[in-house]
């Protein structure tokens, strides 16, 4: 920053060019003494990572996460974020198939092999406001609450339609027992739709071996301070 102002950094692009082709929808986190950044690699329809000492120079991509089409929601993944939690890294990752997309978890032990927890997506749309679409996953872990923490998008699968999408939020307990947390106000303009956070129930298996997908219950909770 200079004089409390973000500026571009003048060598941009740092990553990424016509070797790569598209790069995008970064998720950086420092660890190790290593900047650590997940990204998609559209041409390969999937989730990469590099490394860096400084946040300029980048290390070859490796792939971490790719699609499997005979699941029927994932003939793309994109748009992850990982965290590392009890000695493990996790990954909510976007799936996508035919106009739509759903939210997957992936899991390491080293940061670099990831393992599907599921087949099956951990959140699909079901709210009216969701449409046929939830993706962009981003998870905290919550301490003091010994909650995960998720805001997503949800609407239309596409950018260009921003004015679809909404922004909604959702709190795990414990990894397989889950409570949805949408919350969607009217679009303040065309182009917009903010979002307010009330809580729904839902609930899967606490099995950790258990391939069942988690589905929202119609009961209401008051929000979460």
């Known amino acids: 920053m200079k004089n ?19 790069c995008y929808d970064v998720d950086v986190r420092f660890e190790d003494g290593l900047y650590k950044m997940n990204f998609t690699w559209r041409p390969h329809r999937s989730i990469a990572q590099t490394e ?6 980048w290390s070859p991509f490796e792939t971490l996460l790719s699609p499997r089409l005979d699941s029927g929601w994932e003939d793309a993944v994109s748009r992850s974020c990982i965290i590392r939690h009890n000695g493990e890294y996790w990954m909510w990752y976007s799936g996508m198939a035919r106009g739509y997309a759903r939210i997957g978890l992936a899991k390491s032990h080293d940061g670099h092999r ?46 260009p339609n921003a004015r679809m999408a909404c922004i909604g939020a959702s709190s795990l307990q414990t990894p397989y027992s889950s409570k949805a947390i949408p919350r969607v106000n009217k679009p303040e303009s065309e182009h917009v739709k903010s979002s307010r956070m009330t809580n ?14 988690p589905r929202p219950s119609a009961s209401l909770i008051p929000p979460t301070e």
């Open 4 to 22: 409390g102002n973000w500026y571009k950094y003048e060598g941009n692009p740092v990553m990424g060019g016509k070797e790569t082709g598209t």
């Open 52 to 57: 860096s000492p400084d946040g300029i120079h």
């Open 114 to 159: 990831f393992e599907r927890h599921s087949m099956e997506p951990v959140l699909i749309p079901e709210l009216p406001w969701e449409n046929n679409t939830v993706y962009n996953p981003f998870v905290l872990f919550d301490e003091k609450r010994a909650v995960f923490r998720m805001w997503y998008a949800g609407g239309e699968i596409y950018e």
């Open 200 to 213: 729904t129930d839902f609930s899967c298996s606490t099995s950790a071996t258990s391939t069942s997908t």
